[in-house]
């Protein structure tokens, strides 16, 4: 299992609040899994809950084995408030995901809500993210290979059926013109 890929889809918060904080908060989040990290974009104050719709993507070949958490530390851009901006995490063990994905050779997890916590467990929300494993990284790079095959095949029958469309209409249009004609 040297080759496999996690991909992460991080969706939306809810009832994520920072209580020192006046006004609408932004706030991204930071996604350790073993040695590695990613930060996700800053989702604006605007809404009512952070939304993110991002990929991200962790490779196992250089994983730590000891690790079998994925952990999102929730933050705020306002870093002089308690905490340096920090909200709260929530901690995934990804380790029954990584075993069955092995076995299968691929697993898909829709979004699910994730509680948000502190150190001492106070609740602090929820976060839902999705998995996506792939046991060989070969077969992640055929799967986007025919995603992308599709995606194409897909707007060229879009843009045939307009096509055929505009012509139906002209075949009817020059039909009626020459009936009134007669």
């Given at each position: 299992m040297k080759t496999g890929i996690l991909e992460v889809l991080l969706?939306?918060?809810?009832?994520?609040?920072?209580?020192?904080?006046?006004?609408?908060?932004s706030y991204y989040v930071v996604i350790e899994c073993g040695t590695q990290s990613h930060r996700s974009?800053?989702?604006?104050?605007?809404?009512?809950?952070?939304?993110?719709?991002?990929?991200?993507?962790?490779?196992?070949?250089?994983f730590d084995k000891s690790s079998t958490h994925l952990k999102c530390s929730i933050m705020t851009t306002k870093k002089h408030f308690t905490n340096g901006g920090f909200v709260?995490?929530?901690?995934?063990?990804?380790?029954?995901?990584?075993?069955?994905?092995?076995?299968?050779?691929?697993?898909?997890?829709?979004?699910?809500?994730y509680n948000v916590v502190l150190e001492d467990d106070t609740y602090k929300g929820q976060i839902k993210i999705g998995f996506k494993f792939?046991?060989?990284?070969?077969?992640?790079?055929?799967?986007?290979?025919?995603?992308?095959?599709?995606?194409?095949?897909?707007?060229?029958?879009?843009?045939?059926?307009?096509?055929?469309?505009?012509?139906?209409?002209?075949?009817n249009i020059l039909f009626l013109y020459s009936k009134d004609k007669q």
């Open positions: 969706v939306n918060a809810e009832g994520i609040k920072h209580k020192n904080l006046v006004g609408t908060p974009k800053v989702s604006s104050g605007k809404h009512k809950k952070p939304r993110w719709n991002e990929k991200f993507i962790f490779d196992f070949s250089s709260g995490e929530a901690k995934v063990y990804i380790g029954g995901i990584i075993s069955e994905g092995s076995d299968e050779g691929y697993i898909e997890i829709r979004p699910a809500a792939i046991a060989n990284k070969e077969n992640y790079v055929m799967m986007k290979r025919d995603l992308i095959a599709q995606d194409k095949q897909q707007r060229h029958s879009i843009r045939e059926s307009m096509m055929n469309f505009w012509r139906i209409s002209w075949w």
